[in-house]
């Protein structure tokens, strides 16, 4: 899903906009961004603490869904039936689906006989299926009922309002919504593997729903169409709209297939949706490509104008405000993340969200110039470290604002992706990705962020841990601290801390590149951050004049600051290059006092390996020391100078 206030952010890549105004926008987009944010997480700071979202039993498991609703735009009222096709696990002769108490049962039927039910009062409905069924057996029946749905905050899942004029009807069930209009089970555990729809309406109107359009009728003033669809899908992702839509029919080649595109677009807005035609199919074909074949490909894909300011990735069939091209990615990435592979739980939504985060991001890095995407890259990481706390993974599921947490959920998630595949590196980024696509435990079902986690190690054959505790589980982000100085000849000697924002981390071990150059010269170098006060030397073949920590944006940092310093920090005056010295390195003393001074080195037993009397030092000097007496190691090395406090350096050979 997409809400306006998220999708306020990327304003400047609306489509149409020219280029060169995208980018004056950004100062703009941000202030209406936080305004909009703030109006939006005010208006959802209603939470549902203590509230049950789905009673459903897991004594069933659905396979087919046989869904007739009639629907009146102009009318807040639905009225259906939902046939339920089943695989009993354990032996019972009742289930549990979860439905509003708003919603009254007529009958609940099995091939036309009655079946008795039963309604707790606690949003549910228990269907008695009349003797026991034992794990296997199959079996099905069907619910018919109708009501006004409850208007739940702080996405009313059911909704009508009007367009030019004009009624329309829509719904929108992510989170917890599904219950509102339909007997199902609420939750994240269990996909239909198959979904026929038939929407009725005054036969003024048009409905859309997901999947194939099968055949429509017009008989006594009404038009019933038939949808199919037949691949897995998640409860939230099933929906319907109607109105006066006009329909526009193309089609996107997908490697060897052609595959249809159906859009509903409100007649006032037909341009725009046709306008959008070949943004739609380019933005399918990259995902395609990039990742793997588009998960409904024997079907087809679409966009409904609806009445919700924002999008909502409805399996095959993307609701949208606008054809703004964030909007058309995000929603896009999304059949791949998060209808394909749903979240399985919402404390994971970042699984969805991150990754159409990181399309947006990717289809900007393919088709915009780098100035634009460092643009859209600095307004992501200044919004996330906006705050010094919060945490990728959702702490409160009851709270929908923070499961839609665009700073976290959504920014942040991406930004965790943005940075694995900044430290894993393209190949077993892209690899492990289309690897949890593929995963035969996840495709089509649900994924946890350790599946994920699970792909990234086994591709890179690296322990992930640390990163997923420190920037999933963890909270807030590092702040550098870079002291630099040239260390004579073509080296530079780096010093490199981090503070860190909030307590739960205490440490970001990544790699931090660093830009350095003078005015002819430029060269970036990534410096694998381990520790704080770390000591570094980089060859670079000329000497700097300025220093830049990560100048490409690969990284969640903030509040940065860089010294150049005209000695050596951290170790008195004092440098050695290189370290991990040779057979001998350079000492470089600088801005001591004149007079007698000792160098000496010592394994790290405390045993004097190596020492040396200077009985004339001049206070700035360089030394080289021969070290080929040394086996491989590390070394303190320690310099006195008179009584003055000695500087000790550790050095590996
Ligand atoms: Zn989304």
């Given at each position: 899903m997409s809400t306006r206030a998220f999708f306020f952010v990327f304003l400047?890549?609306?489509?149409?906009?020219p280029l060169a105004q995208k980018k004056e926008l950004v100062t703009e987009v941000q202030e209406i961004a936080a305004s909009e944010m703030k109006a939006a997480l005010l208006k959802q700071q209603m939470t549902m603490a203590g509230t049950v979202f789905s009673k459903a039993s897991n004594n069933f498991d659905i396979h087919y869904l046989n869904c007739q609703w009639k629907v009146d735009p102009a009318v807040r009222y639905i009225q259906g039936s939902v046939l339920t096709g089943f695989t009993m696990?354990?032996?019972?002769?009742i289930v549990t689906l979860d439905l509003m108490d708003d919603l009254k049962v007529d009958s609940v039927t099995s091939a036309g006989v009655k079946l008795n039910f039963y309604r707790p009062f606690d949003n549910s409905i228990v269907v008695s299926l009349g003797s026991f069924l034992d794990p296997g057996q199959k079996g099905s029946f069907e619910i018919h009922y109708n009501g006004v749905p409850p208007a739940s905050a702080?996405?009313?899942s059911f909704t009508n309002s009007s367009h030019a004029g004009v009624p329309v009807i829509w719904t929108l069930s992510?989170?917890?919504?599904s219950r509102d209009w339909w007997p199902c089970k609420?939750?994240?555990?269990?996909?239909?593997d198959s979904i026929d729809i038939s929407i009725t309406t005054p036969d003024q109107y048009t409905s859309s729903a997901n999947g194939l359009l099968v055949h429509e009728t017009v008989q006594g003033g009404f038009r019933t169409t038939h949808w199919k669809h037949r691949y897995p899908i998640a409860t939230y992702l099933v929906a319907l709209a109607a109105t006066n839509y006009t329909i526009l029919n193309s089609s996107v080649k997908l490697g060897n297939v052609t595959m249809p595109i159906m859009e509903h677009a409100y007649p006032e807005k037909v341009a725009e949706m046709a306008n959008a035609a070949a943004l739609t199919a380019r933005t399918l074909q990259l995902l395609h490509n990039s990742?793997?074949?588009?998960?409904f490909i024997n079907e087809r894909y679409g966009h409904t104008h609806w009445g919700f300011g924002g999008g909502m990735e409805h399996q095959t069939n993307s609701f949208m405000v606008n054809m703004s091209e964030t909007l058309v990615v995000h929603e896009a990435a999304h059949q791949w993340f998060g209808d394909k592979i749903t979240c399985g739980s919402w404390r994971d939504i970042w699984l969805n969200e991150g990754y159409a985060v990181f399309c947006v991001n990717y289809n900007v890095e393919k088709h915009y110039p780098e100035n634009t995407l460092l643009n859209l890259y600095r307004s992501q990481v200044n919004n996330i470290t906006s705050k010094p706390n919060g945490g990728v993974?959702?702490?409160?599921?009851?709270n929908t604002a923070r499961i839609f947490d665009a700073r976290l959920t959504y920014n942040k998630g991406g930004w965790v992706l943005q940075m694995l595949r900044w430290k894993l590196g393209d190949a077993v980024f892209f690899r492990a990705t289309r690897n949890y696509l593929n995963d035969t435990a996840l495709r089509y079902s649900y994924a946890k962020t350790t599946d994920l986690k699970k792909h990234f190690e086994r591709e890179s054959g690296m322990d992930l841990t640390d990163f997923f505790n420190d920037w999933v589980y963890g909270q807030g982000f590092p702040s550098y601290k870079l002291q630099w100085a040239a260390?004579?000849?073509a080296w530079v000697q780096t010093t490199l801390s981090q503070t860190t924002s909030?307590?739960?981390?205490?440490?970001f071990e990544m790699p931090v590149p660093i830009r350095f150059k003078n005015a002819t010269r430029d060269t970036i170098i990534v410096l694998n951050h381990t520790r704080n006060a770390q000591m570094d030397f980089f060859k670079l073949g000329f000497i700097p004049d300025s220093a830049f920590i990560d100048p490409k944006i690969k990284l969640i940092s903030a509040n940065n600051t860089v010294v150049k310093a005209d000695l050596f920090p951290n170790a008195g005056n004092a440098a050695v290059f290189p370290?991990?010295?040779?057979d001998q390195f350079s000492l470089l003393l600088k801005g001591m006092s004149e007079g007698e001074l000792y160098i000496s080195i010592y394994n790290t037993a405390g045993a004097l390996v190596w020492r040396k009397r200077y009985?004339?030092?001049?206070g700035d000097e360089l030394f080289v020391i021969p070290t080929t007496q040394l086996s491989p190691g590390n070394y303190w090395l320690k310099i006195n100078k008179d009584a003055e406090a000695p500087i000790v350096l550790r050095v590996m050979k």
């Open positions: 400047m890549f609306m489509n149409g906009v696990v354990q032996r019972s002769n702080p996405f009313s992510e989170p917890y919504g609420n939750g994240l555990n269990d996909k239909a990742f793997t074949p588009y998960p993974y959702v702490d409160d599921t009851t260390a004579g000849g909030d307590t739960s981390v205490d440490f370290n991990p010295i040779g009985g004339n030092f001049k």
